[in-house]
């Protein structure tokens, strides 16, 4: 539950990875897993691509401790994030999980789906799926907020996720050492911490993770390979021209 958790967020956060005036086309990415402190073959994969406002993200791990394949898309746009679909499967210890989120803009609800049926659930003011909020995250750390909390629909539930910038440091990848923001999940006064490094320089994009159970089990997944594509300028200006069917 931990690890799977912990890797719902790495997925989420990876996705905010945007310079301000030019959002991410196409990108690939890999990352590669501690267990306490001692590296593992486990490895996470991340891709994303873009078909002009609607992205679709899919992440998946191969760990010996869990398998998991995870898929949402959404449309994006001026910073602000509308859900579509999500699906998540997971298997650990011989144990499968499986959910689906199917969201409704016209009447402001969301069908959630697992073993025990399917729920109903209101989305009105807004509720984001386990992956696309972090693309406005991603927004509200290079608008410069040091603390943000968005409505995120897990486990069949509504619950609020806040973060806070704790400080910033470097740090080494497999693509090079950057400075970087770290971000951590305010969870009170709970002894389980998540926190995130995130950098500048490589267009706001997670670099790390790291979530600490307890004093005996803690998981960090680091970049180790990547690739992307930004969405030129006057790509967007093209888009942005274009009329509408109620033009």
């Not at 996705?15 to 990415?29: K, L, P, T, Y």
């Not at 791990?61 to 499967?89: G, M």
């Not at 998540?194 to 790291?210: G, H």
């Not at 390979?225 to 200006?237: A, F, Q, R, W």
Request: proline fraction near 3%.
């Amino acid at each position: 539950m931990m690890l799977r958790k912990s890797v719902i967020a790495l997925c989420g956060l990876m996705v905010a990875a945007q310079v301000s005036a030019r959002d991410i086309d196409q990108m690939r990415a890999e990352f590669t897993v501690s267990l306490n402190g001692d590296q593992t073959r486990g490895v996470n994969t991340l891709t994303i691509d873009r078909n002009r406002e609607q992205y679709h993200v899919h992440f998946a791990l191969s760990h010996w401790l869990l398998d998991v394949d995870q898929k949402a898309s959404f449309t994006w746009q001026d910073c602000t994030a509308r859900p579509d679909t999500f699906n998540y499967k997971a298997k650990a210890l011989g144990v499968t999980r499986e959910e689906r989120l199917v969201f409704d803009r016209q009447t402001d609800m969301v069908l959630y789906q697992d073993k025990d049926g399917d729920q109903l659930l209101s989305t009105e003011g807004g509720v984001f799926d386990p992956v696309s909020f972090f693309f406005e995250a991603r927004c509200d750390l290079m608008a410069g907020k040091q603390a943000f909390d968005y409505p995120v629909l897990r486990n069949g539930e509504i619950k609020s996720t806040p973060f806070k910038v704790v400080g910033e440091e470097p740090l080494k990848t497999g693509i090079g050492t950057f400075d970087t923001l770290v971000v951590e999940r305010d969870r009170g006064d709970s002894k389980r911490k998540t926190r995130f490094w995130v950098a500048p320089e490589l267009d706001y994009l997670l670099v790390q993770i790291s979530h600490e159970e307890n004093r005996q089990l803690a998981v960090t997944a680091t970049l180790d390979k990547l690739s992307y594509t930004l969405v030129e300028p006057e790509d967007v200006v093209a888009q942005e021209g274009q009329p509408t069917a109620t033009e």
